[in-house]
């Protein structure tokens, strides 16, 4: 089927829905208005929040900018949850509760964009003390909607009941933020929601257009950290040690056996060690190495496989180094999420509003299920029944998706690179899409 086939087929399917669904006739058109006026106020935002981005846990600035707005437009408000979390609520009568989630942590990631509004910021992190600092995965896009989406429903109370929450949300990038907001007090404050929608930036679309898809989107993920014991000494009589530089390298090459040998490789999996941190001068050996891993799976029997097959590998290192019994591996359990799935009836309610918001020619088919994760809908793990939504907004070139399908080609620069870029039409586009998005799940509740 060619991608206009599809579209066609999506509009009258949308229309459809829309006429059994009758939405607000003008909510489109109000929703068009309110964002093209904001649109300059939007991007100075977004350029302000680019400039100065906030690490995992860090984002008192940004948290402060959130709430200050979120307050203006009405919202009961509190601060402060899960560290740096924002949580706003708008009751607007019966109806259902809807929240939406935007994250705010930027990435220890030196910028190399050129952008006159460039990030310049370094940060004490870790061992670092000036850390280079950028928003590499479009997380001050992500606040720059939850902003403008505040202002919007708001002043659009007419045109929908129920209960909104907003929540902005901290260190999405450690997969650790909706966690902690759950552990510390969210539904305290919060009621239960009855969806839960988020967005975020994806350069294989074009900056004024939609990804959607039913079914997997996001892979489950863990990070763990593998401390490796050793038995220090000088370098110049390594016989006498027991090295944690060289079982750490063993390690990482045994490590790759796991996905290509001990997994069914019909089904995906990704073992990534993303830092190697052992020792600190030239000629000493040191007494620990420390792997940092990263897990990406669907499947909950692959991801027991792959921190058993994790634990079996280091320990075979720890043994053909004839490491004393009493000399044990650590393993520290870090972020964690489970698969994002997006299930078919809000797919297709969002899919009906998001046609009938930017036209159907701008909502493209989603991309295959994705290895990268996110951790919003674990601001919904005490509740089960809630259901999640995860649209992917265009972040990229006009011509992105037509090289991704056409030529299986991806744009130079993706998510978590020094020349990551939000092409600036995605920010109305975006809070478009959230709005629409939202305010059918008010109006035409699962």
């Known amino acids: 089927m060619s991608l206009r086939h599809h579209q066609g087929l999506l509009a009258l399917a949308c229309a459809s829905a829309f ?22 106020q939007m991007i100075a935002q977004f350029k302000q929040l680019h400039r100065n981005p906030e690490l995992a846990f860090q984002e008192k600035e940004t948290a402060a900018q959130v709430a200050k707005a979120l307050q203006e437009q009405g919202f009961e ?23 939406y989630r935007a994250d705010m942590d930027a990435l220890p990631i030196k910028e190399a964009t050129g952008l006159d509004y460039r990030s310049n910021k370094v940060t004490p992190w870790l061992d670092n003390p000036s850390q280079p600092v950028m928003h590499a995965c479009g997380h001050d896009a992500h606040t720059t909607w939850l902003i403008e989406v505040a202002k919007v429903m708001a002043q659009l109370k007419g045109q929908w009941s129920g209960t909104l929450v907003l929540v902005a949300q901290p260190a999405e990038e450690l997969l650790e933020g909706a966690t902690a907001m759950v552990n510390n007090g969210l539904y305290d404050f919060s009621p239960k929601p009855d969806v839960l929608v988020a967005a975020h930036v994806s350069p294989v679309y074009p900056a004024d257009s939609v990804g959607l898809r039913e079914g997997p989107r996001l892979a489950g993920t863990d990070q763990i950290d593998v401390e490796l014991p050793g038995i220090g000494g000088h370098g110049s009589t390594p016989h006498v040690t027991k090295d944690p530089v060289v079982m750490g390298a063993m390690a990482v090459m045994g490590y790759q056996t796991i996905i290509s040998r001990m997994l069914d490789q019909s089904k995906p999996a990704v073992l990534t060690v993303g830092a190697f941190q052992a020792g600190v001068n030239n000629n000493i050996i040191p007494v620990s190495a420390t792997l940092k891993l990263n897990l990406r799976w ?57 046609v009938h918001q930017l036209g159907a020619d701008k909502v493209l088919p989603g991309v295959p299920p994705l290895m ?21 907004v265009g972040s990229g070139k006009p011509d992105a998706y037509k090289n991704l399908i056409e030529k299986k080609q991806l744009p130079p620069a993706m998510n978590h690179t020094p020349g990551f870029v939000v092409e600036l039409p995605a920010i109305a586009t975006g809070a478009r899409a959230v709005s629409a998005t939202l305010s059918a799940f008010f109006n035409q509740p699962l």
Not at 19 to 40: G, R, W
Not at 77 to 99: C, D, E, F, W
Not at 303 to 318: C, D, H, N, P, Y
């Open 19 to 40: 006429s059994a669904h009758a939405a607000p006739s003008d909510l489109k058109s109000q929703i068009d208005t309110l964002v093209k006026q904001d649109e300059a």
């Open 298 to 354: 669907y499947d909950e029997k692959v991801r027991e496989r792959l921190i058993a097959g994790i634990k079996s590998v280091t320990q075979g290192v720890l043994v053909m180094n004839d490491m004393p019994d009493d000399y044990q591996a650590k393993y520290t359990m870090k972020g964690y999420s489970t698969p994002v799935v997006n299930g078919k009836a809000q797919t297709e309610l969002a899919q009906a509003a998001l």
């Open 77 to 99: 408000v509190k601060t402060a949850i899960g560290t740096t979390g924002v949580v706003g609520i708008l009751r607007n009568g019966p109806g259902p509760v809807v929240m």
């Open 372 to 392: 990268g994760s996110e951790d919003f809908h674990m601001l919904a793990s005490p509740y089960p029944d809630t259901k999640v939504l995860f649209i992917e």
